[in-house]
């Protein structure tokens, strides 16, 4: 079974940084390119960040470009999400989605982590 | 690329739903659609259009047409009550994963 966990979640406070950590099971964790999504609060689905089964592709969401980083071991079968400078607008259940073979490849996400919830909040 | 979503359908329990996910030409791209529960993770329902993954009823089909995909549940039950989300992925974009906004199923 393809299994997808989530971590790192919390209380923090604006400003500060926390990194968030996804490990994968029960499938070839390199071979795929790999996704974050957020949900705020009572809002919709909103695509974070994506990265290629290499590194060599990655992309943001223009609301966290600069300040959020992935990253992926695929030694550690682990995706990252390092997010400095959070903001309110920032908090959201945050999930990690299994993509396809190629970013050029049509990417859906499936399956999904249970997703961690971030807070930010002085 | 964007892509839109009614915020809202309703539907009796039996009866037919057709949940739209517009976008400009969007027959030329392929579109994914997932069910999100409230205190749940996404489930993928659709992809590529019109295919189902193992364990999706179906009663569950899709079309795409135009600049209009259209995720199709039949004989609706309570429990397809949800948020819907349509999604592209545009691989030549700097932001290539692209989610509508979603569409509450409210079966009455």
């Known amino acids: 079974e393809e299994l997808l966990v989530e971590s790192g979640g919390g209380l923090v406070q604006p400003g500060r940084s926390l990194r968030l950590s996804c490990a994968a099971s029960?499938?070839?964790?390199?071979?795929?390119?790999m996704h974050w999504v957020r949900q705020a609060p009572g809002k919709g689905l909103e695509w974070v960040s994506s990265?290629?089964?290499?590194?060599?592709?990655?992309a943001y969401a223009d609301s966290v470009r600069g300040r959020f980083t992935i990253s992926r071991d695929n030694g550690k079968k682990s995706l990252i999400l390092q997010m400095n400078s959070l903001r309110a607008e920032d908090m959201a259940f945050y999930f990690c989605?299994?993509?396809?073979?190629?970013?050029?490849?049509?990417?859906?996400?499936?399956?999904w982590g249970q997703g961690t919830l971030v807070t930010v909040s002085s | 690329y964007v892509v839109t979503q009614p915020p809202s359908v309703s539907v009796a329990p039996g009866q037919t739903a057709r949940l739209t996910c517009g976008g400009r030409n969007i027959d030329g791209r392929s579109v994914h659609w997932y069910q999100k529960r409230p205190g749940q993770a996404p489930v993928l329902v659709l992809y590529d259009d019109t295919d189902r993954p193992s364990g999706i009823p179906e009663r569950f089909s899709g079309s795409n047409s135009g600049n209009t995909a259209t995720l199709t549940i039949s004989r609706v039950e309570a429990g397809d009550e949800a948020d819907y989300y349509c999604h592209v992925w545009d691989s030549s974009s700097d932001h290539p994963g692209v989610i509508g906004g979603g569409t509450k199923l409210t079966v009455l």
């Open positions: 990265i290629s089964s290499d590194s060599n592709f990655i």
């Open positions: 029960g499938f070839m964790f390199e071979e795929f390119v």
């Open positions: 989605a299994k993509g396809s073979k190629s970013w050029y490849h049509n990417n859906w996400f499936d399956p």
